[in-house]
């Protein structure tokens, strides 16, 4: 259980008992069915994370809503969004083993989080962890009803594939940008839990650096 749903919880607990001694008990109910909300919204389950070499796992519950190729910069990209609902767990964790490279807290606006431009416009933190000479970015971007994005580590930080780094209240989306060269492993409707479904599996650097090697030399022929 995420601290927050005691938070929440507890005060409308209090607000039941004292609606129902002063009023009648009927009229309890609706604190009391609020605060089980809470408690059952910020459910924080054990995940067995996959040890496979090179394996990025899914930031959050949720339905994968798109696994689309695009280019930052010059540089070729896979995107893999993942939507989460009201039903679905909130607490994020890492995608992969790696330290912290930078932290980017993005003001926004709370569009719908199924729509495709709230990848780009809407409030989020971008995260870039750096791991096995790959980089991945992981970003927590609010939802029409998503309100606050919580982040606990910092610039610097090392993590460990599937730690707990955070979560997005009530409603929200996770994108992960992983290398074009990563072997997907999902698609767009597959259910999948965060710290523990297989997103995409990242080339090792060594293969990577001889790809780009034997592409040189055949331009160079």
């Known amino acids: 259980m995420v601290r927050d749903g005691y938070l929440y919880a507890l005060p409308l607990i209090a607000v039941a008992v004292l609606v129902g001694w002063l009023t009648h008990p009927a009229w309890a109910i609706i604190p009391v069915l609020l605060a089980a909300f809470f408690l059952w919204f910020f459910r924080d389950p054990e995940r ?4 496979e070499p090179g394996a990025v ?4 519950d949720g339905k994968v809503t798109d696994v689309s190729a695009l280019t930052v910069g010059s540089e070729k990209q896979m995107r893999v969004s993942i939507f989460l609902s009201v039903f679905d767990v909130h607490v ?3 995608p992969i083993a790696g330290v912290i490279g ?5 003001r926004g606006k709370f569009l719908n989080a199924m ?3 709230s990848a780009e416009q809407n409030e989020q933190n971008i995260v870039t962890l750096e791991g096995d000479g790959q980089k991945v970015i992981f970003k927590q971007i609010a939802g029409l009803l998503a309100r606050r994005i919580v982040f606990y580590p910092k610039v610097g930080d090392r993590l460990e594939r599937g730690q707990r780094v955070g979560l997005i209240k009530f409603g929200s989306r996770v994108d992960v940008v992983l290398d074009a060269s990563a072997r997907m492993n999902v698609k767009i409707g597959d259910r999948v839990k965060g ?3 297989i997103l995409a599996y990242l080339q090792p650097q060594g293969a990577l650096t001889s790809a780009g090697s034997a592409a040189a030399r055949e331009r160079a022929h």
Do not use: E, L, M, T
């Open 115 to 117: 729509n495709k431009v």
């Open 102 to 106: 930078d932290i980017c807290y993005r």
């Open 57 to 60: 796992v899914s930031p959050g």
């Open 92 to 94: 994020n964790r890492s």
């Open 195 to 197: 710290g523990a479904s």
């Open 48 to 51: 067995v994370v996959p040890q």
